[in-house]
């Protein structure tokens, strides 16, 4: 019986490795200091701008990251299912594999990850019409707020698209922004205005 409960522990214990180490990429690079200093703390609205495109492109590429990262747990997990401790080998065998195998499945259904190129585009278009002949208002100042992007003058939705994880320090400390983070994966926690 007590086999049972430290193999599940040893299990256990490598899918918490994989699952950290293949968030590597999204979990630190974007939140070194110097990459944060064009843009509000979090958790207040972010200027639309080229900073912010760049910086969901930035969060896109970690994202995909990832996959470059899932290769690690998978070896050393396959090395340690060979050679070490079977439980903690096949746990991190099989949160890597997962990771891959569902970001692989993601592409080839069409499904788009949190961070894209069409919200990239979507947030040039904002800085267009707010830059353009017809804003919202004379002094159009686009601003991401948790649920959309809203002119910060006239209050107008200009993107009906909450916002996710841009990478900034969280607000709420480093432990619950972290447990935080792994569980949503960076996606928004809430709903668009409309929906």
Known sequence: MFEMFYEAFEFTIGAMLAYLITRVPFLTFPR????????????????????LIQRVLHMRLFYWLALVFAIIPATFGWLSIAHGSAPIGFGMWVVSGWLILSRV???????????????????????????????CCNLAYPLWEVTCV????????????????????????????FFRLLISDGRP??????E
């Open 105 to 135: 499945t993601s592409v080839i259904s069409g499904e788009q990850a949190t961070w894209n190129k069409l919200l990239a585009m979507e947030l040039q278009i904002v800085i267009n019409k707010c830059a353009g002949e017809n804003p």
């Open 150 to 177: 809203k002119c910060n003058t006239c209050g107008e939705n200009l993107l009906n698209q909450p916002r996710p994880d841009l990478g900034r320090p969280r607000s709420d400390g480093w432990i619950a922004g």
């Open 189 to 194: 926690i809430v709903a668009s205005e409309e």
């Open 32 to 51: 070194v200091k110097s990459w944060n200093q064009q843009f509000s703390p979090h958790p207040e609205p972010v200027f639309v701008d080229g900073h």
